[in-house]
């Protein structure tokens, strides 16, 4: 299943907008805090889909009954462009447990690379609700890559892929390689992939306009 959230009107897109835009892009702290602001509305749509339980709060004059999460997910994000989206996530998933995968493209000619995967911290995830999350969705070999490294610590029994932009091309092999379920939650999606697997339009390199270009 997938959900497009920008196919609707809302204040969702001017924040994707915001990203996309060469300008705005110059100021990096707001574009860190769309990226933030963005994974908070993630979160609110994705609550909605979770099992709730009706609890007991006791106020200063009496008891109210409130339908309250009745499990909270394990949070897991692609090192280092996913720190932002995921600070968003968690901001609303406030007692969810964490995970922190390190990939980073691998060259092995000018145009072609292989994903490697460095590092895993991570709590165990057997049959909890994993949400996984990397801003771009570009090839979904990421992905599939970082959810794989996930199972050395269990196996989930629900799984959420939150991108904030998709190519069509990276979503169908995300889809075709996750498991059957597999809910992605999708801020837009772009049809072309250039030959360097970035987005196009997109909006860049995610990691380099929130903290800067590396070496």
Not at 4 to 32: C, G, P
Not at 64 to 77: C, F, G, I, R
Not at 140 to 148: D, F, H, P
Not at 153 to 162: A, F, I, M, W
């Amino acid at each position: 299943m997938v959900h497009q959230l920008n196919l609707n009107n809302s204040v969702f897109n001017t924040f994707i907008a915001e990203l996309r835009d060469k300008n705005i892009q110059k100021d990096s702290m707001r574009f860190r805090r769309n990226l933030e602001r963005i994974g908070e509305i993630f979160a609110y749509e994705i609550s909605k889909t979770l099992s709730y339980k009706e609890t007991a709060v006791q106020t200063p004059l009496g008891e109210a009954k409130e339908q309250l999460m009745s499990e909270q997910p394990v949070l897991a994000t692609i090192l280092r462009a996913g720190l932002p989206l995921h600070i968003g996530l968690l901001n609303y998933f406030d007692k969810a447990e964490n995970a922190f995968i390190s990939a980073y493209r691998k060259s092995t000619s000018k145009t072609d690379f292989e994903i490697e995967i460095e590092y895993l911290s991570s709590p165990k995830i057997d049959n909890k609700i994993l949400i996984l999350n990397d801003p771009m969705l570009a090839s979904g070999a990421s992905m599939v890559l970082g959810y794989e490294a996930m199972l050395s610590k269990g196996l989930p029994k629900e799984l959420h892929v939150v991108a904030i932009i998709a190519s069509r091309k990276g979503l169908e092999y995300a889809q075709a390689n996750l498991p059957k379920g597999t809910i992605f939650w999708i801020g837009a999606i772009d049809e072309e992939l250039n030959d360097k697997s970035y987005i196009i339009p997109g909006l860049g390199d995610a990691g380099d306009l929130a903290y800067g270009t590396k070496e």
